[in-house]
């Protein structure tokens, strides 16, 4: 569905802000509690909690990384899920989310209706309240902008720093093809970031986002350098279907795509990784935990590794 419309009576701007922000809280549902909890007042009222708390941001804009071919419920599920990705790279659950919009008059009202129950619907699932947010006026501009508030799962969290000379990196799921829905069609790995943050093996962790070939980096410790085995990637099919259309290697699609919210973490060197392996299957018997490779002294190669620098990863700005 195409979010604007040339006729006022189908558009927000026949609504005007009062009763927008009427509907909104109609169609959240109850993933909405009431004021001062939730929509009403000027701020929203968070309870005290004692664990380390989280706080990350990240929006969906039209144009930019959704368009008439992702439904406007995708577009609420995946404003949701993307943020959910960074919570779940640190080994956190969420705890609440507040939404901004900018939005141009003419956007229908259906199509907004249709983002937020997609979006409560996400919220539901993966047991977020809605607490608060603003709308504003965007002239030829469609964006929501969600803030999402998180609490440590367990004793950690498990941040990009900590990997060290030696130590193993490993991937979860299969990588690349986002360009052909999994940008959207995508499961954050909640459940998974919290079982390894209890893990004391496991040293660093991020999610896959821009893509591997770029996100690597962040997770590489100084005076050292990712050497990879081409042949431990997991590619997925999205990714091979992908290259046979691009003329692209599907090697280049799981390092360079992006949007793959899947986990790359670094375990320790001398861990016993076989016991890693088997307590991973007995957890996640459904999703691939692969070692792809290893971290090495800057300057040693390794035999077959991958030259990361003829890759290059999603860079914005760019």
């Known amino acids: 569905m195409h979010p604007f419309t040339k006729h006022f009576a189908d558009s927000v701007s026949a609504l005007g802000e009062t009763r927008l922000i009427a509907e909104i ?28 708390q989280l706080v990350t941001t990240d929006p969906v804009i039209y144009g930019r990384h959704f368009d008439d071919t992702v439904t406007p419920r995708a577009t609420g ?16 659950r969420p705890t609440a989310a507040v939404i901004a919009l900018a939005l141009d ?24 309240p809605v607490v608060g947010g603003d709308v504003a006026q965007g002239d030829g501009f469609l964006g929501a902008f969600l803030t999402l508030f998180g609490e440590a799962a367990g004793p950690r969290i498990v941040p990009r720093t900590g990997a060290r000379p030696d130590d193993w990196i490993y991937v979860t799921g299969t990588l690349g093809g986002s360009r052909l829905g999994r940008h959207w069609r995508f499961t954050p790995r909640l459940a998974e970031g919290e079982w390894l943050a209890r893990r004391r093996e496991v040293r660093a962790m991020m999610d896959v986002s821009d893509g591997l070939a770029k996100d690597l980096y962040a997770l590489t410790p100084r005076g ?25 290697t599907p090697l280049h699609h799981a390092l360079c795509d992006g949007e793959d919210y899947e986990l790359v973490l670094a375990v320790a060197g001398r861990a016993d990784r076989a016991l890693l392996g088997r307590a991973w299957r007995r957890a996640f018997p459904r999703l691939r935990l692969t070692c792809i490779g290893r971290f090495v002294a800057a300057g040693k190669t390794a035999a077959g590794s991958i030259d990361l620098q003829t890759f290059h990863g999603y860079e914005h700005l760019r």
Not at 77 to 92: I, Q, T, V
Not at 106 to 118: A, C, D, I, M, S
């Open 77 to 92: 599920e995946m404003l949701l899920k993307r943020n959910l990705s960074d919570l779940a790279a640190m080994g956190a």
């Open 25 to 52: 809280r109609r169609w959240l549902g109850d993933v909405s509690p009431p004021a001062p909890f939730g929509i009403g007042d000027d701020c929203a009222v968070l309870p005290p909690n004692p664990r380390r």
């Open 224 to 248: 050292a350098w990712p050497a990879l085995a081409a042949d431990a990637i997991p590619i997925s099919r999205a990714a091979r279907l992908h290259a046979r259309r691009t003329g692209r």
């Open 105 to 128: 008059p003419r956007v229908r009202t259906r199509w907004l209706e249709q983002f937020y129950r997609g979006l409560a619907a996400a919220a539901r699932r993966f047991a977020v």
